[in-house]
């Protein structure tokens, strides 16, 4: 049989693992002198506190490599062959191919499926592109954008999804077997509307790459927008507004989690403005860990940026362990309080009143809409001698389910 090895078994992500248990030991030794340094004289020499900074960043530089190669293993290859179970591309799915590798050179149309703007005023006309290629983007950005990984994707042919949810289950009782069964209320429901907004990307090509045999086109045009499009994602499913973009986690409302009902985010003060609290930090995560229902926590995790990671990464426990630990193999993640932390670069700081951290089942709690369909439109006129290929793919995003997400604001209260 022959083997097959994944991004965690190559020579490359194994040492990128060395590189991060070292420097995570090493990272504890600098850490538990400057608290030591600390506990006798009430502060640390700053030569140390600049050490443990400068092996803090090599943590995060080694996590980020390790990352980085985990998420290449991980992306598709449009040339590889199918996987077993399913059919090879059929002729006419070879035609369309051929027709768009057609246009992609010389802007031949013939054979191409034509999409007009929804207006008049629309420039966003252009070609579908093939199925092939719209599923090799999908699972570029599956691989590139965080929020894709953890959240719930679904693919729908409208350009508003539409999902009615109980806020208020309905109501049971006991009875005796041979009893009457007393009328009950019905379900609560609300109806969560998911509208898909124009995400685009405009990447650059020569005629001579375009003219090259070797250059595989779906390839170089999916991983062009990748990029363009996993940043432009993370941003919006994270603080979106929800105007012609997804609307972010923390654009609702955001209120004290005892008092939050649907609709709102409920959030656990870390103790202190814009900080965490002087005595006991820990016991402050672990009460956001807490926040969300039972039912939440098997599948929860951190979200929060490497900024945020590198404070809690300082963090013990009350028998002095480490409350953050590296992944212990390659395509794994790292934990904190046991639960998987995801690094989102677009989560905010920590500062006053900024909800910097956020724990739940995203997979639950959010909802990314893709609309079916990638246009592509070529224009070799607007940037000669390149020719630019305008591509827009139609996204929407938003919670579906409030109770599964929690967030860490940090205030005294």
């Known amino acids: 049989m022959k083997e097959t090895k994944t991004a965690s078994g190559t020579p490359e992500a194994r040492a990128a693992m060395h590189e991060m248990m070292a420097a995570f030991e090493a990272f504890k030794g600098a850490n538990d002198a ?8 009430s502060s640390a020499d700053a030569l140390l506190e600049e050490k443990v900074a400068r092996i803090d960043q090599a943590v995060g530089a080694a996590q980020a490599r390790l990352d980085r190669v985990v998420s290449e293993g991980r992306r598709p290859e449009l040339g ?4 077993v179970g399913f059919a090879a591309t059929s002729p006419m799915k070879g035609e369309e191919k051929s027709a768009f590798d057609g246009y992609l050179k010389t802007g031949q149309s013939f054979g191409l499926e034509l999409k007009a703007g929804l207006s008049t005023a629309s420039n966003s006309a252009g070609y579908v592109v093939p199925e092939q290629t719209e599923r090799a983007i999908e699972r570029r950005l599956m691989a590139g954008s965080p929020m894709r990984e953890i959240a719930t ?6 350009g508003v999804f539409r999902k009615p949810v109980s806020t208020a289950g309905v109501a049971s009782g006991w009875v005796a077997e041979t009893a009457a069964r007393p009328e009950t209320d019905p379900a609560t429901l609300a109806l ?3 509208p898909s907004a124009d995400l685009y990307a405009n990447p650059a090509a020569t005629q001579s790459l375009l003219d090259d045999a070797l250059i595989d086109l779906d390839e170089w045009l999916a991983a062009e927008v990748e990029d363009a499009f996993a940043a432009q994602e993370t941003a919006a499913f994270v603080t979106g507004d929800g105007v012609n973009k997804p609307r972010g986690f923390l654009s609702y409302p955001i209120v004290a989690d005892a008092s939050a009902v649907w609709g709102e985010i409920g959030h656990v003060a870390s103790g202190a403005a814009g900080a965490f609290s002087a005595t006991g930090p820990t016991d402050r995560l672990i009460d956001l860990v807490y926040a969300p229902k039972a039912q939440f926590r098997p599948n929860g995790r951190f979200v929060m940026n490497r900024r945020t990671v590198s404070a809690v990464r300082k963090f013990k426990d009350a028998d002095g362990n480490y409350i953050w630990q590296p992944a212990t193999r390659a395509g794994e993640t790292a934990s904190l309080l046991g639960y998987r932390v995801t690094e989102i670069e677009t989560m905010p700081d920590i500062a006053a009143n ?4 956020a724990f739940g089942d995203f997979q639950r709690g959010y909802l990314i809409v893709d609309r079916a369909g990638v246009r592509v439109l070529r224009d070799p006129y607007s940037a000669k001698p390149y020719v630019l290929f305008y591509t827009t793919k139609r996204v929407g995003g938003g919670v579906q389910n409030f109770d599964a997400i929690k967030v860490m604001k940090f205030s005294a209260t």
């Open 34 to 41: 400057r608290l030591d340094e600390i506990e006798r004289k």
């Open 80 to 83: 590889q062959a199918p996987s």
């Open 153 to 158: 994707v679904r693919t729908v042919g409208a």
């Open 192 to 194: 969560l509307e998911f």
């Open 354 to 357: 900024s909800a910097a951290i």
